[in-house]
C-alpha cells in the first residue's frame, strides 16, 4: 500500500467514525459540520472536473447547486416528497442546464468564456429572486425533507451524513476513473494543447461539453443534499460569489487531483467556522490566509499532504 492510499483510507475511516466521535463527546453538531463540508466537496469534484482537468475556468458553477436545490424546494412546494423523483429532476435540469449553458460559452475561450458563465449564472440567480410564489429573495422553508421510504430517512442525521458520505465516495472513484479514461485523456490534451488534439483527430467541443453537463448533474445532486442539509431555499445557493467559493476550494485542494477538492473544502470551511467563532470580522482573517495559502502550496493541499503520489 502506497503514501497515497494509506493517507485516503485513514482519511475515509475518521469521516466515518464522526457520528461516533461526536456521540462521545455530546457534540452532534459536528456532525452536520462535516456532512456540510461533504456536500460542498461534492459540488468542488464536480468543478474539478472542468476546472482542473479541463482548464474551463467557469463562475456559473453555483448556478447548477441552485437548479438542484429548487428542484427539490419546487416539488416540495406542490406537495411531491418522494426523493427519487426529486433527486432525479435535480441531476436532469441541472445536466439541461449545463447542456444549454455549455453549449454557448465552450464555443469561447478566456474571459469570454467566464464572462458568458457568470451572465448565465446572474440570470438564474435574479430569476430565483424574482418568483415571489418560492419566497423570493427570502427564500423559503423545506418542511418535509426528501422521502425514500424503506431505504433510508433523512431525518436520521447520521443516517443522511453516510449516505452524503457514500455519495461522496462515489464521485470521487467515478471521477477518478473518468479522467483516467480515453475521455479524460482527450479532455486534459485539449487543456494542454487544443490544436495538437485536433490534429490527431480529435474535436474538443463534444468532449468538453459532455464533461460540463456531467459537472453540471453532479452539482445538481449537490444541491439536492444541500436544501435538504439546511432544510431552507434561498436564491444565494446560485449567486455568483458561491462559485467563487467553488473555486477556490478546487484551487486551494490542488486541481486536477482526486482528493484536492475535498481537502479545500475542508479546509475552508472548517476555517470559516473557527473564525466566524472567533469574531465577526472574521474575513479579514481569512482573506490573507487564503492569499497567503495560494502563494506558498502552489500545488495546492493534495500535492502538500501526498507528495508526488498525487
Not at 461533504?38 to 456559473?60: E, Q, R
Not at 449516505?163 to 467515478?174: G, P, T
Not at 461539453?209 to 443534499?225: E, Q, R
Request: with cysteine.
Amino acid at each position: 500500500m502506497n503514501r497515497r492510499t494509506a493517507i485516503l483510507l485513514a482519511g475515509f475511516l475518521l469521516l466515518a467514525a464522526v457520528p461516533s466521535i461526536a456521540a462521545l463527546l455530546g457534540q452532534p453538531f459536528y456532525v452536520d459540520l462535516l456532512r456540510r463540508v461533504m456536500i460542498f466537496a461534492i459540488a468542488a469534484l464536480s468543478l474539478n472536473l472542468i476546472l482542473g482537468y479541463g482548464g474551463m475556468v467557469s463562475f456559473g458553477h453555483a448556478a447548477y447547486l441552485g437548479v438542484g436545490a429548487y428542484a427539490v424546494g419546487v416539488l416540495a412546494h406542490y406537495g411531491v416528497h418522494d426523493g427519487y423523483l426529486q433527486w432525479a429532476l435535480a441531476i436532469a435540469a441541472s445536466a439541461l442546464v449545463a447542456l444549454v449553458i455549455g453549449a454557448v460559452s465552450i464555443r469561447t475561450s478566456g474571459i469570454y468564456f467566464i464572462m458568458i458563465t457568470l451572465a448565465f449564472t446572474q440570470m438564474l440567480y435574479y430569476l430565483g429572486i424574482s418568483i415571489e410564489e418560492f419566497g423570493g429573495d427570502d427564500g423559503m422553508r423545506l418542511e418535509v425533507k426528501s422521502q425514500f421510504p424503506g431505504l433510508i430517512d433523512l431525518d436520521n442525521g447520521n443516517a443522511f451524513y453516510y449516505l452524503v458520505l457514500a455519495i461522496l465516495v462515489l464521485v470521487a472513484l467515478l471521477g477518478h476513473r473518468l479522467v483516467n479514461s480515453r475521455f479524460g485523456m482527450v479532455i486534459r490534451a485539449a487543456r494542454s494543447n487544443e490544436a495538437r488534439t485536433r490534429a490527431i483527430g480529435f474535436s474538443p467541443y463534444p468532449y468538453r461539453l459532455a464533461a460540463f453537463v456531467i459537472a453540471g448533474a453532479v452539482c445538481g445532486l449537490a444541491g439536492a443534499l444541500l436544501v435538504n442539509h439546511t432544510a431552507y431555499l434561498t436564491p444565494e445557493f446560485m449567486n455568483w460569489t458561491r462559485s467563487g467559493e467553488l473555486m477556490f476550494m478546487v484551487i486551494l485542494g490542488g486541481m486536477a487531483t482526486t482528493a484536492g477538492p475535498v481537502l479545500g473544502a475542508l479546509a475552508l470551511l472548517l476555517v470559516e467556522d473557527v473564525l466566524s467563532g472567533w469574531t465577526q470580522h472574521w474575513q479579514i482573517i481569512l482573506g490573507p490566509l487564503l492569499v497567503l495559502s495560494v502563494l506558498f502550496f502552489r500545488r495546492g493541499l493534495a500535492g502538500l499532504l501526498f507528495g508526488k503520489d498525487e
